[in-house]
């Protein structure tokens, strides 16, 4: 039986003032390796069970496990600022918007990562600088974000999430905003990174990028409806 990286168990969250749980009673296992993607209609609470996955909410009850690199460690049980500290260090997020600074270039966006965890500057644009060239984006990293396209800055964005070494990789709606030709590119970008032995969990509402992961997790209403493999030359092609 394979080891869970990430395990959630019993989770729910409740938003104050809601008539009814965001998330209600969720289990979900992710093994190394995987992709994973999380569908749902608007306000299924997909976005809520990243988020409380990732740690940056706390869930009202129930708990996620991740399994780092220093043993298993219980987000739930973090206060502020070790989840901020996890966050930093052994996660990595790419967003629809890509949520990266307009006023830095291309390479600032990626070393800052890095900056956080007190890599000197020098060593970390250094770092960036491969990521952004592995990843296509040579001879761009001086450009800021209006000199990029989407899916330039959405390469920037992933070069970001995985500069810091992060095992598991957690994306939100990241073709969202891109063409289908562009979200086909930035999802092979994504999915390489699973193919290079990190872990990806993704929620989207696109069936093609859902398609294309190992598994597939419908919520509805909060709650887990199905959690389904896919066909093994459909996650891969």
């Not at 569908?39 to 996955?53: E, I, P, R, Y």
């Not at 020098?122 to 770092?127: K, L, P, Y």
Request: with cysteine; net charge negative.
């Amino acid at each position: 039986m394979t080891t869970s990286l990430l395990q959630a168990r019993a989770l729910e969250m409740r938003y104050p003032g809601g008539t009814a749980p965001a998330l209600a009673d969720v289990d979900l296992d992710v093994a190394p390796g995987e992709s994973v993607a999380i569908m749902g209609a608007s306000g299924s609470g997909k976005t809520t069970l990243l988020h409380c996955l990732a740690g940056i909410l706390r869930p009202t009850a129930g708990t996620v496990t991740l399994a780092a690199a220093s043993g298993l460690v219980d987000v739930t049980a973090l206060d502020d600022d070790g989840r901020a500290r996890l966050r930093r260090e052994q996660l990595g997020f790419v967003f629809q918007q890509g949520l990266l600074l307009h006023e830095l270039t291309a390479l600032e966006n990626v070393a800052v990562a890095r900056m956080l965890s007190g890599v000197p500057r020098a060593q970390a644009e250094g770092e960036a600088a491969q990521w952004l060239a592995h990843l296509g984006l040579a001879g761009l990293e001086q450009r800021r974000l209006g000199e990029l396209s989407g899916g330039q800055a959405q390469r920037v964005a992933i070069a970001r999430a995985q500069v810091t070494g992060a095992r598991l990789l957690f994306a939100d709606e990241p073709t969202g905003a891109l063409d289908s030709t562009t979200s086909t590119e930035v999802l092979d970008v994504l999915l390489s990174a699973v193919q290079a032995g990190r872990t990806l969990v993704v929620v989207t509402h696109d069936v093609d990028v859902a398609r294309r992961c190992a598994r597939t997790v419908t919520l509805r209403d909060g709650r887990v409806v199905s959690d389904t493999a896919v066909a093994t030359q459909e996650a891969t092609r």
